[in-house]
C-alpha cells in the first residue's frame, strides 16, 4: 500500500469517527399556551356608614344669556332715535345700556343654591364625601353601599 491510500484510508477513518462523535442538535419544543380568555372585571360595592349630613352653599353665576339680550334690545331701541352720527351713537349707548341692565336683571334672578353633602366612612377605613342635590330619607348612622358610581341604602 502507497503512503497516499494509506493516509486517505486514515482520514476516512478519522471522519468516519468523528462523525459518530456528533451528537444531533436537540429539537426545540414548542409548547402553545392558550390564551387567558378576557372576563369583565365585576364591579365590586363597598359598604360603609353615613358619618354626617351637612349643606354647603353653591353660588350660581349669571350664564351671560341676560347681558347679549340686553345689548340687542338695547341696540334695536338705540337704532331708533337720531340721524347719522347721532343715530350710530344711541345705537352704541343703548347697546352698552342694555347689556348693564339684561346682566343685573340675570343676576337678581339668581339665588344661592344649597347642596347636601353627605361623608360616608367606609368599611376599609376611607373616608369620602359625595354632593347631592336631594337626600331624602338618608340619615347619619344609615349602613350605605356605594355601587356603579352611585350610593345607596341598605
Partial sequence: MSIRRV??????????ALAGCV??????????APQPVQRP???????????NIGTIEVAQRPSGAGAILGAVIGGVVGNRFGGGTG???A????????????????GNGLRNGEVFRVQVRFDN???RDFDFQRIDDLRAGDRVKFEGGQLHRV
Avoid at 23 to 32: F, H, I
Avoid at 41 to 51: C, I, L, N
Wanted: net charge neutral; glycine share 14%; charged share 15%.
Fill in 87 to 89: 343715530r350710530a351713537l
Fill in 91 to 106: 345705537t352704541g349707548a343703548g347697546v352698552v345700556g342694555g347689556a348693564i341692565a339684561g346682566n343685573a336683571i340675570e
Fill in 23 to 32: 451528537v444531533a442538535p436537540a429539537r426545540e419544543r414548542v409548547v402553545y
Fill in 41 to 51: 372585571v365585576p364591579v365590586y360595592a363597598e359598604y360603609g356608614r353615613v358619618e
Fill in 7 to 16: 493516509s486517505t484510508l486514515a482520514a476516512v477513518s478519522l471522519l468516519a
Fill in 125 to 127: 377605613g376611607t373616608i
